[in-house]
């Protein structure tokens, strides 16, 4: 093979000749290394974001054939730049912003040593982990602890106060947990269970004031200490107003009342639905329980529309339907209790029946299949009701106590009572409607 057909052995006998150096084996020659940062080997002095700052020397590819009396590199430097270094501009407005936070701080009356020792742990956890952050975003930490940075919170005592009160709200809960499971829990006669009222108030707070925004009218007319019967118009497809009727009587009444609605004997059929129904407070609708109740000067919801009222389709909403016979006029009069009108404009809204499927409310058992603008469509999301602006006015009472017990039995009063609530809850929806902006604002 020629010189000119070996042109590498041609290029390492002239840098042989450059370096003056014996001819080396290809066991011996030294390597061309270029060096790639992400090869670096780790370092607990160096974290990946301060990579940036170092310097990296890498080897001229051309240094092995460049015709210099110099020998080629055989080695990459890297230099990192040290963390002990004098601070950037940047870096220096970073420890004025935590000197001038941590003068703040220290500034706060001081109880003791210990106290002023946990400041200054404080402000070095702080400066430990944020003086790696963007200028911007450190900037905007700083303001937001100086803004809430208060005496109370470098209190000691205050940390264990809270630690306290968390502590003993999940030991009482659990404690709850076990004694209901072991059966060890009160109810009354009806089967209401305060202990477990109690649990549902979050949810109904959320509903009552937030979600629907209920604004409850004539709170005055339902009497602080005594019997009443509510007589309240139904709709919405589920009962929502009946827990509203209740919650504006729990949550705005001066007296905190609690009502004892009368619901339909359907669901006392449901294997879940009715133990949960009683321990809530609700009672079958018997004339018998209103009867007991309104002789322990309870307040008794009733919704004489029944489910001609909650399953009614929207092109019908806020039209009354009938009220039957008046057997709740009957125990009203019997018991002497005063009768209370409720009107309730809100609830028509939050499920819009647009159709009931009478067919499949026929196989699977239930009074009505409605079909609403999101329920089957959207599963089990479209049984969330919309969020409407609920009107709730409690109307002037019509006393019964002054006609006698013995009128129970006299249809034409009955009949003329009842028609009498009727009216006063239908003029009452219709003086609402027009006064409300929208169904969703107000």
Not at 125 to 148: F, M
Not at 209 to 221: F, I, P, S, T
Not at 311 to 325: C, E, I, S
Request: aromatic share 8%.
């Amino acid at each position: 093979m020629t010189e000119q057909e070996n042109p590498k052995r041609r290029r390492r006998a002239r840098a042989e000749e450059v370096n003056g150096s014996e001819p080396q084996s290809p066991a011996t020659r030294p390597v061309e290394t270029m060096v790639d940062v992400t090869d670096a080997p780790a370092s607990a002095d160096v974290l990946p974001a301060t990579l940036d700052a170092a310097t990296v020397q890498l080897v001229d590819e051309s240094a092995a054939t460049h015709e210099s009396a110099e020998p080629a590199l055989t080695e990459t430097p890297i230099e990192v730049k040290n963390l002990d270094q004098p601070a950037t501009p940047a870096q220096a407005r970073i420890d004025s912003l935590l000197e001038a936070l941590e003068a703040e701080i220290r500034s706060m009356p001081a109880a003791d040593e210990e106290r002023q020792g946990a400041i200054a742990e404080v402000i070095h956890l702080i400066r430990a982990s944020i003086t790696r952050w963007p200028k911007k975003v450190l900037e905007g930490v700083v303001s937001t602890l100086r803004a809430n940075i208060k005496s109370d919170y470098l209190d000691a005592d205050f940390w264990k106060g809270i630690a306290l009160v968390l502590r003993y709200q999940l030991d009482a809960n659990v404690d709850m947990l076990r004694r209901r499971w072991n059966g060890d829990y009160a109810v009354d006669e009806f089967g209401l269970d305060y202990e477990l009222v109690q649990l549902t108030i979050p949810l109904l707070t959320f509903l009552y004031r937030k979600y629907w925004r209920v604004e409850a009218r004539g709170l005055e007319h339902v009497p602080d200490d005594q019997r009443a019967l509510l007589v309240c118009n139904h709709s919405g497809v589920l009962p929502w107003d009946g827990a509203m009727v209740g919650a504006a009587l729990y949550f705005d009444h001066p007296a905190g009342r609690i009502l004892r609605n009368l619901h339909l004997s359907w669901f006392s059929s449901l294997p879940f639905v009715a133990p949960l129904l009683s321990r809530l407070g609700q009672v079958q609708a018997l004339p018998a329980n209103a009867e007991r109740l309104l002789e322990r000067d309870e307040l008794v919801g009733v919704f004489p529309e029944g489910l001609k009222g909650v399953g009614k389709l929207f092109r019908d909403r806020y039209k009354l339907a009938r009220f039957g016979r008046g057997g709740f006029v009957k125990v009203a009069v019997k018991t002497g209790a005063p009768i209370i009108p409720v009107a309730i404009v809100g609830g028509e809204e939050i499920h819009p029946n647009l159709y009931n499927v009478k067919p499949v409310a026929k196989l699977l058992g239930f009074p009505y299949f409605p079909i609403t603008p999101t329920f089957p469509i959207l599963g089990p999301l479209g049984l969330i009701p919309l969020p409407s602006k609920w009107y709730i006015t409690f109307c002037e009472p019509i006393e019964t106590a002054h006609l006698g017990s013995e009128r129970a039995e006299d249809p034409l009063l009955i009949s003329q009572l009842t028609e009498q609530v009727r009216s006063t809850i239908q003029s009452t929806i219709l003086e609402v409607l027009k006064e409300r902006p929208g169904v969703f604002v107000g």
